[in-house]
Nanobody
Framework: QEQLVESGGGLVQAGGSLRLSCAAS????????MGWFRQAPGKEREFVGQ????????KYVDSVKGRFTISRDNNKNMVYLQMNSLKPEDTAVYYC??????????????????WGQGTQVTISS
């Protein structure tokens, strides 16, 4: 059973940066696609981006392109979300999630098999 634990959230002023980390335990991480999602109060969980099992391919929602970067270190069982030029509208609970990588785009929560507990990111204006 894969388990994920996010960390790195916090309160940052607009224009600042944060790096979220997601630590994975289990047997399939190195062959899984990993995604980052976020959920603001009263809103549905939103796709932020994904990274392929190799780390060579990434995809992002348009609203974070050029500001957010997803990376992974399979030797350490870690996935990262580097967030720059943060805006108040980025405020949300951020979740990492994983699933087998079949080479597709996985931008819906239901496509992922396992999730972390989330970490709060708050951006002040």
């Amino acid at each position: 059973q894969e388990q994920l634990v996010e960390s790195g959230g916090g309160l940052v002023q607009a224009g600042g940066s944060l790096r979220l980390s997601c630590a994975a335990s289990g047997r399939t991480f190195s062959t899984d696609a990993m995604g980052w999602f976020r959920q603001a109060p009263g809103k549905e969980r939103e796709f932020v981006g994904q990274i392929s099992w190799s780390g060579k391919n990434t995809k992002y929602v348009d609203s974070v392109k050029g500001r957010f970067t997803i990376s992974r270190d399979n030797n350490k069982n870690m996935v990262y979300l580097q967030m720059n030029s943060l805006k108040p509208e980025d405020t949300a609970v951020y979740y990492c999630a994983g699933r087998p990588d079949w080479g597709d785009v996985y931008n819906k929560p239901g496509q992922y098999n396992y999730w972390g507990q989330g970490t709060q990111v708050t951006i002040s204006s």
